[in-house]
């Protein structure tokens, strides 16, 4: 492991780096971390929807083993996750490696093409291919987005915090470790506990919602209701709780 200073400085790199890629880059990888995401939700929703009637809250536990299988591709094969660029970008931005202009643009474009690849996955492997449209794994996933766009504005915002604020810590973890098995492990357990606890993911939202949506189990208007204040926690989570805390404590 690298120590937490020189996490800090690799982070600010990595900030810095996602910041200078290509418009075309950014895209593709974009989809690539909306899908990755939400075939980690699609897995959880499979392996848990067997077993939820004999082994209860255990089932939730083994489906949010699965799930980090998402941003362990990401990170490790490539790709672009909004949350984690809430973390790594704001790490660059306040060590002034990038402007706030640089910052929100990318954020932005991150963000559509999440929204793109989260889509695509609700539509053709849950709703063509039929992965969330019958039987208990239907039940699930109008289970898991009802229980998604309960929740009120605040509770939606503090849930999102406390998501990122594990998905930032998995980067930090990650760019902290310094081969391959370490580096599945620093992602694997943060974001494992996160879903095992029930927090707010936005773009795992933009899956299951839609998926739920698709199958006349939620609709559009509670997607957006429920997306706003989500994705303003997972803003606070990855840029305050994780990249101002540690760049405050750790910066001289």
């Known amino acids: 492991m690298y120590t937490p200073d020189e996490i800090l400085d690799i982070t600010i790199q990595m900030g810095k780096k996602k910041i200078a890629k290509p418009l075309s880059s950014k895209l593709l990888l974009g989809f690539v971390g909306g899908a990755m995401i939400s075939l980690g939700y699609l897995a959880y929703i499979r392996v848990a929807s067997s077993m939820i009637e ?67 996955v609700a539509y053709f492997f849950g709703h063509i291919v039929g992965l969330t449209s019958s039987g208990a794994f ?17 509770q939606a915002f503090i849930s999102g915090i406390g998501c990122n604020w594990f998905v930032g810590l998995a980067l930090w973890l990650c760019y902290g470790a310094k081969d391959a098995s370490g580096k599945m492990l620093g992602i694997w357990f943060p974001v494992m506990t996160f879903v095992a606890i029930g927090f707010q993911h936005s773009v795992a939202n933009l899956f299951v919602i839609p998926a739920a949506i698709f199958e006349g189990g939620a609709t559009w208007s509670q997607l957006i209701q429920n997306f706003v204040p989500v994705y303003l926690g997972n803003i606070v989570g990855g840029s305050v709780f994780v990249s101002a805390l540690y760049y405050k404590a750790l910066k001289h």
């Open 54 to 120: 004999e082994w209860g809250s255990f089932a939730s536990f083994i489906g949010a083993c699965v799930f980090p299988i998402g941003l362990i591709v990401i990170l490790l094969g490539g790709g672009e996750l909004i949350t984690g660029n809430m973390m790594a970008v704001s790490a660059a931005w306040l060590d002034k490696k990038v402007t706030m202009k640089e910052l929100l643009i990318n954020w932005l474009t991150i963000t559509v093409a999440n929204i793109v690849g989260a889509l695509f």
């Open 138 to 154: 239907l039940h699930e996933t109008v289970t898991l987005a009802q229980g998604k766009v309960a929740a009120s504005p605040l």
